[in-house]
């Protein structure tokens, strides 16, 4: 039972447009959301994160908006970049006394064309 | 200032041999997470360690595997008797506390290749 879903195994996008990384959760207890991003043999790294108290977070190139209503969120990288190629994973974390466990999605890989 | 390191980065082992996994967490952290990947699919929680104390394993098989991390030295995960299911990516985080806000650092992970 995913908890997580990242639907799109890909998304390929230009140099310099929008990417846009959609992921939507069941569980109403998450209340803390993560992206990370992952490039092949390397481990997961953190890329920007959203509180449920809050819509929008932005950090430079990259913004993820929480929809909590819909319980999805999705992460906004503009523009785009060939660097920026990877698998991103949607994370997210509950209240209470587990809110150490990461539940991730399956993941979505990005490909910027130059 | 390392990140979390983990060794080895591949592991091969022969069905029903034993793997051990190495990680070492970031400088000051205290905090030790495990997470599985199995082909295709995203990182699954395993086990949360903190320094002597096994803080919850709710994600761990309930046999073979087990986890460790002692006062001195990094923290292992030991598979027992390996079958082929557990090839897969082992990737182990640390955190500085656990608030569920704090970020976890992620190390490069071992390969593990059951044949």
């Known amino acids: 039972d995913q908890q997580v879903k990242q639907n799109s195994p890909s998304l390929s996008v230009q140099e310099g447009r929008i990417s846009i990384l959609n992921c939507d959760y069941t569980?109403?207890?998450?209340?803390?959301f993560l992206w990370y991003k992952k490039y092949p043999a390397e481990g997961p790294t953190f890329l920007i994160s959203?509180?449920?108290?809050?819509d929008k977070n932005e950090d430079g190139r990259f913004t993820v908006f929480l929809n909590k209503s819909a319980k999805h969120l999705s992460l906004h990288i503009v523009p785009s970049q060939p660097g920026d190629s990877a698998v991103y994973f949607c994370?997210?974390?509950?209240?209470?006394?587990?809110?150490?466990?990461?539940?991730f999605g399956k993941g979505t890989l990005l490909t910027v064309n130059p | 200032n390392a990140g979390v390191m983990q060794n080895p980065r591949h592991l091969v082992r022969r069905r029903g041999q034993e793997a051990r996994l190495r990680c070492s967490p970031m400088k000051g952290h205290s905090h030790v997470y495990w997470y599985r990947q199995l082909p295709e699919e995203g990182l699954k929680f395993m086990v949360y360690l903190q320094k002597e104390n096994i803080i919850d394993e709710s994600g761990m098989p309930k046999e073979r595997f087990s986890a460790e991390f002692p006062k001195e030295g990094p923290s292992i995960l030991r598979i027992q008797q390996v079958v082929r299911g557990d090839s897969a990516a082992y990737f182990c985080?640390?955190?500085?506390?656990?608030?569920?806000?704090?970020?976890?650092?992620f190390g490069p992970g071992t390969r593990l290749l059951v044949l």
């Open positions: 985080a640390s955190s500085p506390t656990t608030s569920g806000t704090e970020t976890q650092y």
């Open positions: 994370a997210a974390s509950g209240s209470g006394g587990s809110n150490y466990k990461l539940t």
């Open positions: 959203i509180s449920s108290i809050k």
């Open positions: 569980n109403s207890m998450f209340d803390y």
